[in-house]
Nanobody
Framework: QVQLQESGPGLLKPSQTLSLTCTVS??????????WSWIRQPPGKGLEWMGAIASNGSTYYSPSLKSRTSIYRDRSKNQYTLQLTSVAPEDTAVYYC?????????????RGQGTQVTITS
């Protein structure tokens, strides 16, 4: 059973950098061919795919967030991390990490419980 758990700060100020880590258990992030993704859901809106790091280390980003987003991994800890720079109140959302078989929000066979991130001055 693969499990994903997000961790990171829940409250940031505008212009700061958000850093969230996903710890994966029950499966290696380097095995087979999956996309280890970050997805978010702003209040009252749908799910938004942000980006992913593939099992081979290739990275993919949403065009609308590419300039502010980076995803990297620590294979020794079986973790991958999202960094989002210059955050603004519009980045307030529940952030999820997920394992996908294709790029995008779906299909996702495993997803973390999500972590609330609030951007406020």
């Amino acid at each position: 059973q693969v499990q994903l758990q997000e961790s990171g700060p829940g409250l940031l100020k505008p212009s700061q950098t958000l850093s969230l880590t996903c710890t994966v258990s029950g499966g290696s992030i380097t095995n087979n061919y999956y996309y280890w993704s970050w997805i978010r859901q702003p209040p009252g809106k749908g799910l938004e795919w942000m980006g992913a790091i593939a099992s081979n280390g290739s990275t993919y980003y949403s065009p609308s967030l590419k300039s502010r987003t980076s995803i990297y991994r620590d294979r020794s800890k079986n973790q991958y991390t999202l960094q989002l720079t210059s955050v603004a109140p519009e980045d307030t959302a529940v952030y999820y990490c997920a394992r996908n078989t294709e790029l995008g929000v779906e299909p996702s066979d495993y997803r973390g419980q999500g972590t609330q991130v609030t951007i406020t001055s």
